[in-house]
């Protein structure tokens, strides 16, 4: 879906205001004709900003689940999921941010390689439990998972290599039945 | 289509044969009691027009513009409470809807409004009159639909209606593919309709109401600040009997005009950038601020920082997104007006509001609405006879601009549903089908429709609809030769630097006379009372009058748009008996007295 281009360039960064925060909100929404947009030109119309949008089938084939990773105040951030309650084709928003949840984020990058750099850039991936997933005479590619943390850490280990490509596929989460890591 | 064809799709035929979606549209419509339709055929809804043919149980309207279309619905929809319906074709036709769409969702108005498509496979192609009218108005509508399967048309409809008119009320569109409209099944119209997570709250919250009627137990200086939702739920009873019992002031806004008669003492007008100044200064030094299915518009509260700051707020809404939008409360209850008002009414204690009352009826005294009058026509003198000739018994239809502000000062309304008018859009050029479309759902009162001079001419076309149905229209054009309220902005902040805003006008009573429309003119003071009984005793058909008014005037009071009270600016008109009582003849119009001095004969100024 092209959207998600146009409203990730609408994030401004802005002061660092205290009140802003970082909220994963959790959508399941109908697969019904144009459903998508609807909630992408919410997010555009209303001006809120968006860090991440991941979309996929679930358990239950009439129905998709969205994890939007949005910034904003308080206030913002309730509009937020007020206005996509109000979407009709929408069945459940939770605001996972007030749940403990667990979250992964998938990526895959491109990155320079040679002779030289190459088995600094395996140990990198070692150390990430990341894949080696293609390789060339020239580049190497990793798939590596984890918590959005964990994905941006590797990315900054790998950025001095000179990083060619690189596709995240943003943040999906669930609300945990229990609480502690399993 | 051959006869033989055509005689087959007849929709006189019995249920459980195939029918068309064509069919299948008439009969959901039927269904569903419509009784008017507005609308304008095309190529892609040609086959929906072959089926409406026959059909006596709908009257459908030809407008002589989609736009007119929607903004008829709209006015019927307004007036009756019931949803308004538009019928129109692809590409052109579906982008003419756009405006009365945005403009119902902003003032939360059912309507239904099916645009043809141009045939399944064609979409996407750019096919002629090919219009994503869809993605074009789905940020203005509550929900909409294209329909991509004959089986799925009457539940689609069957949904539509009841979204469209449940919760807080809104517009919503289904596209017609011409040939699903041609595709055949069974009908079998669904008798509810199931929506995974859309289900309004009616009943407030019995907790949140307790804590509301403790706030409200506690306050000394209250004010109910009622808006459009008062109307929308049916409340004008409930609120009435409450205001009464709390002993409580009422101030609407421009939607809420008619909810609580203004004549009551307890009214005190309209609030907001053209309030009236008391009311505007209750609202400001008020300690409980009660509003009632209004929404924290920016045209009311100006800086929201400033806006009932001391007070303690309550807001009773139906829709959860509009509560803390703009204003942070202190007790929401987010239900159906008429129900919580119900509810509050049990748990409310009569308040000890003498002194309060007291205050604001000084503040009436000091700042009441007034104006000078003379032998050049003022707009407010024109209104406020107007309301004195059918005492409130009228359903007033505005446009957009200084003479919908005069109508909401100096009216007076009394009565529900009797204001109808572009709040939240502020559509120039809605008031002539909005009011036509009031008139084909309410005959028990007289319907007017007032537009300034430019706003007449954005949809004037639909003269000949009205004419073509002799409708007992009231047409009324407030004649500034201005676009007058850009001017008094330009005046007031732009250095009185006039850019484009002067118009050259055609003779309008000869317009409206080539439609064959009676038409009369006034000039003079001393002409506009004859001129008006005239056009209300008129008994064949529609009536226009032209009032020829005085070119640079303007609305106050004033609060310049995002600020407070501190800068409200009043009439510099004096006050009659004032400081200086120049012997002028001045009107003034106060809500909530019934006492007026309202002068008809010119008095020259060295009087
Ligand atoms: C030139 C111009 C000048 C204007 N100046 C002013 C001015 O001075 N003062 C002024 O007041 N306005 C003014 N307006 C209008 C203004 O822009 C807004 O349209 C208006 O103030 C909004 O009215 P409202 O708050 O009653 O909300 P509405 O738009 O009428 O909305 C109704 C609210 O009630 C809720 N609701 C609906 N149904 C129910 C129900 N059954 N139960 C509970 N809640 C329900 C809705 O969710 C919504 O929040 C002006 C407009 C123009 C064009
Ligand atoms: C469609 C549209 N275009 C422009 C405007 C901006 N506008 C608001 S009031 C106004 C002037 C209206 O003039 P007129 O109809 O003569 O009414 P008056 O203010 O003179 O009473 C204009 C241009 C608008 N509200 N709607
Ligand atoms: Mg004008």
């Given at each position: 879906m092209p959207m998600s281009q146009a409203m990730l360039n609408t994030q401004a960064p802005g002061p660092a205001d205290e009140k802003v925060k970082r909220h994963t909100i959790s959508i399941l929404v109908q697969n019904k004709f144009g459903a998508f947009n609807r909630i992408a030109g919410l997010f555009a119309a209303k001006g809120y900003n968006i860090d991440s949008l991941s979309v996929g089938p679930t358990e239950d084939e009439g129905v998709s689940r969205m994890t939007i990773v949005a910034r904003g105040d308080d206030q913002i951030i309730e509009q937020i999921t007020k206005q996509l309650n109000k979407l009709i084709d929408i069945v459940k928003v939770i605001d996972l941010t007030f749940e403990s949840f667990v979250d992964r984020e998938l990526v895959l990058v491109k990155v320079h390689s040679t002779n030289d750099t190459r088995p600094e850039i395996m140990q990198i991936a070692e150390i990430f439990r990341a894949k080696v997933v293609d390789i060339s005479p020239k580049t190497l590619t990793l798939e590596a998972t984890g918590?959005?943390?964990?994905?941006?850490?590797?990315?900054?280990?790998?950025?001095?290599?000179?990083?060619?490509?690189?596709?995240?596929t943003g943040r999906v989460a669930l609300k945990r039945e229990f609480q502690g890591e399993v | 289509m051959s006869r033989q064809a055509h005689e087959e799709e007849s929709p006189a035929a019995p249920a459980g044969r195939l029918m068309t979606g064509a069919e299948i549209f008439v009969r959901s419509l039927i269904a569903e009691n419509v009784e008017v339709l507005f609308g304008y055929p095309g190529g892609a809804t040609i086959g929906v027009y072959d089926a409406l043919h026959d059909i006596s149980d709908i009257n459908h309207v030809?407008?002589?513009?989609?736009?007119?279309?929607?903004?008829?619905?709209?006015?019927?929809?307004?007036?009756?409470?019931?949803?308004?319906?538009?019928?129109?074709?692809?590409?052109?036709?579906?982008?003419n809807t756009v405006t009365g769409i945005a403009d119902a969702m902003m003032d939360s108005i059912p309507l239904v409004v099916f645009t043809g498509q141009v045939p399944l496979r064609l979409i996407g192609n750019d096919a002629f009159q090919e219009a994503d009218i869809v993605g074009i108005t789905r940020p203005v509508t509550k929900h909409n639909y294209l329909v991509r399967d004959v089986r799925e048309l009457a539940q689609t409809i069957k949904e539509a209606f009841y979204i469209a008119l449940s919760g807080r009320p809104g517009p919503v569109l289904i596209d017609l593919p011409k040939d699903v409209m041609a595709q055949k099944t069974t009908f079998d119209y669904p008798g509810s309709v199931t929506l995974r997570n859309y289900a309004p709250i009616l009943d407030g919250n019995l907790r949140q109401i307790r804590k509301a009627a403790e706030v409200i137990n506690a306050a000394s200086r209250p004010v109910l600040y009622v808006g459009g939702g008062a109307i929308l739920s049916n409340a004008a009873p409930e609120l009435t009997a409450l205001a009464r019992k709390l002993r409580c002031p009422v101030t609407t806004t421009l939607h809420g005009l008619g909810s609580f008669p203004e004549n009551d003492p307890l009214a005190m007008g309209m609030l907001g950038m053209h309030g009236t100044w008391y009311s505007n200064m209750a609202v400001h030094f008020c300690d409980v601020l009660i509003a009632v299915g209004a929404r924290f518009d920016d045209r009311v509260t100006g800086n929201v920082d400033a806006f009932a700051a001391e007070a303690k707020k309550i807001h009773i809404d139906i829709d959860p997104s509009a509560i803390s939008k703009n204003v942070k409360v202190d007790v929401p209850i987010v239900g159906d007006v008429k129900r919580v008002l119900a509810a509050l009414q049990d748990l409310v204690n009569p308040l000890e509001t003498k002194d309060w009352l007291r205050t604001i009826d000084a503040w009436k005294d000091e700042h009441p609405l007034r104006y000078r009058n003379g032998e050049e026509i003022r707009a407010q003198y024109v209104i406020q006879k107007l309301g004195e000739i059918t005492e409130g018994n009228a359903i007033v239809v505005t446009d957009v601009g200084q003479h919908q502000m005069w109508a909401a000062q100096f009216f007076n309304f009394a009565h529900p549903r009797t204001h109808i008018t572009s709040g939240g859009l502020g559509t120039m050029g809605f008031s002539l089908p909005?009011?036509?479309?009031?008139?084909f759902g309410r005959r028990d009162l007289p319907v007017i429709s007032i537009s300034g001079d430019g706003g007449f001419q954005m949809n004037s076309q639909e003269m000949a609809t009205i004419v073509q149905h002799r409708l007992p229209l009231k047409i009324f054009v407030i004649n500034n030769g201005f676009l007058g309220m850009v001017r008094q902005w330009q005046e007031l902040f732009w250095r009185r630097r006039y850019s484009q805003v002067e118009l050259a006008n055609p003779d309008f009573v000869r317009l409206a006379e080539a439609y064959g429309c009676t038409a009369f003119r006034a000039t003079r003071t001393s002409e506009v009372e004859d001129v008006l009984r005239k056009a209300m005793a008129h008994t064949d058909g529609p009536v226009f009058a032209e009032f020829v008014v005085a070119k640079e005037d303007n609305v106050y009071p004033m609060i310049p748009a995002g600020q407070t009270i501190n800068e409200m600016i009043d009439t510099p008109d004096p006050v009659p008996g004032g400081r200086n009582g120049s012997g002028d003849a001045i009107a003034t119009v106060e809500k909530g007295k019934a006492r007026k001095v309202s002068v008809h004969a010119h008095v020259p100024s060295n009087a």
């Open positions: 918590s959005q943390q964990k994905v941006d850490a590797i990315i900054k280990m790998l950025k001095p290599f000179a990083i060619k490509e690189m596709a995240r | 030809l407008t002589r513009h989609e736009q007119g279309a929607t903004h008829a619905a709209e006015g019927y929809a307004k007036a009756t409470g019931k949803p308004g319906v538009v019928l129109v074709t692809s590409g052109p036709g579906a982008t909005a009011a036509m479309g009031a008139v």
